[in-house]
């Protein structure tokens, strides 16, 4: 695999009968901490916050996950960061908070098929099977720290800054090839 380190094209980068990992069109992200009554920022970004580590929450494609006890990852359409930027001011003064867009850091891989939590298992000493489907953790894979996803049984995304996406993707690449041969 040849994978540039800079804006890498969304695509499939591996595919086997155990699992599909694809980078996932580039989106908005943005990176708040808060403390406090959440009301001001929930009625800003047009979502209720989510208030338990790992929880998420979404408002039409917008969607946010709790990585900490103040810390959220929003993601959101690329059109869509300047609006909540400007709106999340907007109630700066009555309710300070950090909120840094992060849209250019990170990209996120998608990891699906019938052995994608096995293949995750690869480089991330987590049980994946403990992490409920619709629910988020950071974590750490094969040394590198993730967002780890959970849209379904058999689907997953993992966020991971832009560096490390050739050694990550070519992990993972190598990882489906051995499942597809322990199958075969």
């Known amino acids: 695999m040849n994978m540039r380190v800079s804006s890498p094209a969304s695509g499939i980068l591996a ?15 943005l990176s708040l901490r808060a403390r406090g009554d959440l009301a001001p920022l929930n009625a800003a970004l047009g979502l209720t ?9 979404s408002a039409g494609e917008t ?12 993601l959101t359409p690329v059109g869509e960061i300047d609006r909540l930027i400007a709106a999340c001011a907007g109630v700066y003064a ?7 867009d992060i849209s250019g850091r990170e990209l996120t891989l998608s990891i699906e098929g019938p052995q994608a ?15 409920p489907v ?11 720290t993730v967002v780890l996803w959970r849209d379904a049984p058999d689907r997953f995304r993992m966020d991971i800054w832009n560096s490390f996406a ?5 992990l993972l690449e190598t990882g489906c090839k051995e499942l597809a041969a322990e199958t075969a």
């Open 15 to 29: 595919e086997s009968k155990a699992a599909r990992v694809s980078i996932v069109a580039a989106q908005g992200r």
């Open 49 to 57: 916050l989510p208030d338990r580590i790992g929880a998420r929450a």
């Open 63 to 74: 969607e946010a996950v709790c990585l900490g006890p103040d810390e959220w990852t929003i």
């Open 117 to 131: 939590a096995e293949l995750l298992t690869l480089g991330c000493a987590r049980d994946i099977d403990t992490i």
């Open 166 to 170: 050739p050694h990550l993707g070519h």
């Open 134 to 144: 619709g629910q988020a953790r950071r974590t750490i894979f094969d040394g590198v």
């Open 94 to 100: 009555g309710h300070p908070h950090s909120l840094a």
